[in-house]
């Protein structure tokens, strides 16, 4: 049995003939809109940046047997001031848990502690971990706690941009190589697109911004670049096939027959991250959101951005002839 047959296993029809060039006015405009909301969304409401952009401390424990970090993360909730983040770290019995910086007023509310400062609030929060699981933990040990400072902060918030903008860099400089200017300029205003929409998502939820979230802006950087080089590789292909087309038609015939293959790469690695946000706990919560948002806008910038673009940079017809 020819499984291909079977409408049911379809995702798409395999040839389709949307006019997706028609809609770029559209598609320009509301990308526009959504990038004003996000820069406005930043300076207005910020970002709920998290403990490696804030400053906390950073507790790794030991258990006899293996971890139960939920259990951890139960025992501590309630009695921590401050961000809370449990999660595994090395082998199966050990933990890292890191707390929010948090000040002297936030110390003085709980009962039986007291702090002069922001400094002395952090070795407060160092005891009421270390009070709170020798209770509920016997035998547990205590391999590092160190506090994270507001400058080693400010190092690795100013660590992430560049790296987020060495990658677009990069990024242009690979497209320009491999096809013409008026690709990269494409692609990197597509890019740009979804690192912007992605930092306003943070900003409208109020999800945590924190190093991993770094990490996913890379990868849906990555993702992204991905799919623009199969619809820009078809287009190229298409221009050197159909020389006598106009331009319009062609960018719509590359699109449509790149489709198929974008929605379903999508569909499979959205499922993917679905389940990671709903089965992976609060420590993958902000990655896996910031996954799932970053796959949804690479997938739109790619067809209704990065290729449209071209009609705007002017990209040249014979651009097609040039081998890889």
């Known amino acids: 049995m020819n499984l291909s047959n079977l409408a049911l296993v379809r995702y798409l029809p395999v040839e389709t003939e949307f006019g997706f060039i028609r809609m770029r006015v ?58 809370l ?30 702090a002069e400062d922001g400094a002395a ?28 400072s507001p400058q080693v902060s400010d190092e690795l918030r100013v660590a992430g941009t560049i790296a987020v903008l060495v990658s677009l860099f ?43 979230t770094i990490a996913a802006i890379l990868t849906i950087v990555g993702y992204s670049m991905n799919d623009t080089v199969v619809v820009y590789d078809r287009i190229r292909e298409m221009f050197r096939k159909y020389k006598s087309l106009p331009t319009p038609q062609v960018l719509d015939m590359a699109i449509n027959a790149t489709l198929s293959r974008t929605m379903l790469t999508s569909g499979t690695t959205l499922a993917a991250l679905l389940a990671m946000a709903l089965l992976g706990g609060p420590a993958l919560e902000g990655f896996a959101f910031a996954l799932i948002w970053g796959v949804g806008i690479g997938t739109y910038s790619s067809i209704f951005v990065a290729a449209p673009l071209l009609t705007v940079t002017g990209v040249r017809r014979d651009s097609g002839d040039r081998d890889d």
Not at 90 to 111: H, K, Y
Not at 173 to 194: K, N, T
Request: hydrophobic share 55%.
């Open 170 to 212: 990069l990024m242009l400089v690979y497209i320009w190589l491999r096809f013409e200017w008026q690709y990269s300029v494409g692609a990197v205003l597509a890019l740009a697109h979804d690192v912007i929409l992605t930092i306003g998502f943070f900003a409208v939820t109020q999800l945590q911004f924190n190093l991993p």
């Open 85 to 114: 983040q449990v999660q595994g770290f090395g082998a199966e019995n050990e933990v890292l848990i890191r707390v929010g910086q948090v000040t002297a007023e936030e110390i003085n509310a709980i009962e039986g502690y007291s």
């Open 121 to 148: 609030a952090q070795q407060v929060v160092r005891q009421i971990v270390q009070a709170a699981l020798i209770e509920a933990f016997p035998g547990i040990v205590f391999d590092r706690m160190e506090v994270i």
């Open 26 to 83: 559209g598609a320009f405009i509301l990308s526009l809109a959504l990038i004003i909301g996000s820069v406005v969304a930043f300076f207005t409401l910020g970002l709920n940046l998290g403990i490696d952009f804030r400053g906390g401390t950073a507790i790794e424990i030991s258990t006899e047997g293996p971890a139960d970090i939920a259990a951890v993360r139960e025992v501590l909730t309630g009695r921590v001031p401050g961000d």
